[in-house]
Structures are given as structure tokens and as C-alpha cells.
């Protein structure tokens, strides 16, 4: 069964202080790994999408890099203004749907 | 601004009723779904829609129903078949290469009283 799982559930940060979440995933045929940023009350943000194993992608303090087995989101020197919830999805079974995962809290405080 | 319209934002449902969400997209993407988001949980697949006149389910599409006779809009019911449809509900559309993934809406939140 195709699956997504990140961790932490929860990350607390001070500002400045640089961290990772992470996503697992075990599906067959990936098409694309895709990050999201979701605020309390808001629908997700797209943020990036990975294709193939050794990609990298950077937006600002953020970095998303891909392996064969799990996705990395790097924060570098965060702001409190980086808090949310981050969430990790991958296609399953071609691009019909999307399977998420779970999600990952962060909270950075100054 | 081309973009995903959810409405209403707030949603309360008495015991027995059926409530229909609204989606509206003007991105002129094929495909539409609907999600449900519950506390802790991802977000689950309710039904997709990838061309009009036609949708499948998703992994949780008992008590809930759709239809697409509009490229742009695809709402969902709410039917009173659903036992627990307290949640976050949102909707997304993404184009055919999906390069960008999915758009997702603003969603409704719809509480049982």
C-alpha cells in the first residue's frame, strides 16, 4: 500500500536555529514528490516538486532534496514568520491523487 | 487573480440534513478533488473529477456525492449517510502536465449540531 510519513509531528524552533523535516515514502512509480505549506484555517501553499532521486530545490530559507526512499525539507536560519504546518505528498498510481502525509508542525519562536 | 473559490467558509449541519460545499476554479485546469483534513490525520481523497461529466471515488467517498457539469465547478454533498462529517474540507485543481502539483481552495470547515 502506498504511504507517506513524516517527522517530526511537531518541531519547535528558536530563530535562527536551522533543522530539518522529514518524509518517507514507499509507493511504486513515483511521478513527483511535492511539498506544501498550510497556515491554521488556510488551504496548503504549493512550495515544490521533486522529480527524480538527487534533485534539489531552494526558495528562500527553505530546501527540498529527494532520495529514493525519503524527502528532506532543510530550514535555514528560520523566522518566526515560518511557522506552519508542512506537508509531504506524493502521486500514487500516476497523477490521478495525491497521498499525504500527516504533516509536520513547526513553531519558531524569537 | 486566477484561483480556487471555496465557499461558505463556515458550514454547520443539524443531524439528518444533507449540505452541498461549493468549488469554483477559473484556471482553466481539467481535473478537480475534494480532501478531508481531520486533527492529526493527512488529507484523505473524497472524489476527482479529471474531465466534465465524469468522477470516480477516493478512499473515503461513502456518504458524500459530486458532480462536474462545469469544467469550473465541482461541489460536493454532504449527505446524512455521513456519520463523523466534522472536518476541514478543501478542494484543489491541477492541469494536465501538474508540474505545479495541486491548487488548493481556501475551505470549509463544517461542524455537526
Known amino acids: 500500500e502506498d504511504q507517506v510519513t513524516q517527522s517530526p509531528e511537531a518541531l519547535r524552533l528558536q530563530e535562527g536555529e536551522s533543522s530539518s523535516l522529514n518524509c518517507s515514502y514507499t509507493?511504486?512509480?513515483?511521478?513527483?514528490l511535492f511539498w506544501y505549506r498550510q497556515d491554521p484555517g488556510k488551504g496548503p501553499e504549493f512550495l515544490f516538486t521533486?522529480?527524480?532521486a538527487g534533485e534539489e530545490k531552494e526558495k528562500e530559507r527553505l530546501k527540498a532534496t529527494l532520495t529514493k526512499k525519503e524527502s528532506f525539507l532543510h530550514i535555514t536560519a528560520p523566522k518566526p514568520e515560518d511557522s506552519a504546518t508542512y506537508l509531504c505528498?506524493?502521486?500514487?498510481?500516476?497523477?490521478?491523487?495525491?497521498?499525504f502525509g500527516a504533516g509536520t508542525r513547526l513553531a519558531v519562536h524569537p | 487573480d486566477g484561483g480556487i473559490t471555496q465557499s461558505p467558509k463556515y458550514l454547520f449541519r443539524k443531524e439528518g440534513q444533507n449540505v452541498t460545499l461549493s468549488c469554483e476554479q477559473n484556471?482553466?485546469?481539467?481535473?478537480m478533488y475534494w480532501y478531508r483534513q481531520d486533527p492529526g490525520q493527512g488529507l484523505r481523497l473524497i472524489y476527482y473529477?479529471?474531465?466534465?461529466?465524469?468522477?470516480q471515488k477516493g478512499d473515503i467517498a461513502e456518504g458524500y456525492s459530486v458532480s462536474r457539469e462545469k469544467k469550473e465547478s465541482f461541489p460536493l454533498t454532504v449527505t446524512s449517510a455521513q456519520k463523523n462529517p466534522t472536518a476541514f474540507y478543501l478542494c484543489?485543481?491541477?492541469?494536465?502536465?501538474?508540474?505545479?502539483?495541486?491548487?488548493f481552495g481556501s475551505g470549509t470547515r463544517l461542524t455537526v449540531v
Open positions: 505528498a506524493s502521486t500514487s498510481g500516476g497523477y490521478n491523487k495525491l497521498i
Open positions: 509507493v511504486s512509480g513515483l511521478r513527483g
Open positions: 521533486l522529480y527524480s
Open positions: 473529477s479529471q474531465i466534465v461529466n465524469d468522477f
Open positions: 484556471l482553466n485546469h481539467d481535473a
Open positions: 484543489a485543481s491541477s492541469s494536465r502536465d501538474r508540474v505545479d502539483g495541486y491548487t
